[in-house]
């Protein structure tokens, strides 16, 4: 287990993860539950493109959460998990909570 001392977040560190291709159509599925939040697409695959944190979540054994940005540049939420070692199963994309939020003063939004 790692403490992620930017994010605060206790992450657990199995392998790294996997880069998908830029085009990303074969690698990630995105259910219709993580556009809900009126999030894109093209705002999931940016955030996985320009990831900040990505780790699987320490209580789950399948469950990874990502932090990055989407196309506007705010931060946003990813949760997904592993299909098989080429895809991943999106389901869930929001605002990013400020308990996922680096603590730095420093770090402008």
Same mark, same amino acid.
Not at 48 to 57: E, K, M
Not at 86 to 93: A, G, P, R, S
């Given at each position: 287990?790692?403490?992620?001392?930017?994010?605060?977040?206790?992450?657990?560190? #199995?392998?790294?993860?996997?880069?998908?291709?830029? &085009?990303?159509?074969?690698? !990630?599925?995105?259910? #219709?539950?993580?556009?809900?939040?009126?999030? +894109?697409?093209?705002? !999931? #695959?940016?955030? @996985?493109?320009h990831?900040? $944190?990505?780790?699987?979540?320490?209580?789950?054994?399948?469950?990874? &959460? &990502?932090?990055? @940005?989407d +196309?506007?540049?705010?931060? !946003? #939420?990813?949760?997904?998990?592993? !299909?098989?070692?080429?895809?991943i199963?999106? @389901?869930? +994309?929001?605002? $990013?909570?400020?308990?996922?939020?680096?603590?730095?003063?420093?770090? $402008?939004?």
């Amino acid at each position: 287990m790692v403490y992620d001392a930017i994010f605060h977040l206790k992450i657990l560190v #199995e392998k790294p993860i996997k880069a998908y291709n830029v &085009l990303m159509d074969e690698g !990630i599925i995105i259910n #219709e539950s993580a556009l809900k939040h009126g999030y +894109t697409r093209a705002d !999931i #695959e940016w955030a @996985f493109l320009h990831p900040i $944190c990505n780790g699987i979540l320490s209580e789950y054994d399948n469950k990874y &959460l &990502l932090v990055g @940005f989407d +196309t506007k540049g705010n931060p !946003i #939420e990813i949760i997904y998990n592993r !299909i098989d070692e080429e895809q991943i199963n999106v @389901f869930h +994309t929001m605002k $990013c909570r400020k308990d996922y939020l680096p603590k730095d003063k420093h770090f $402008c939004l």
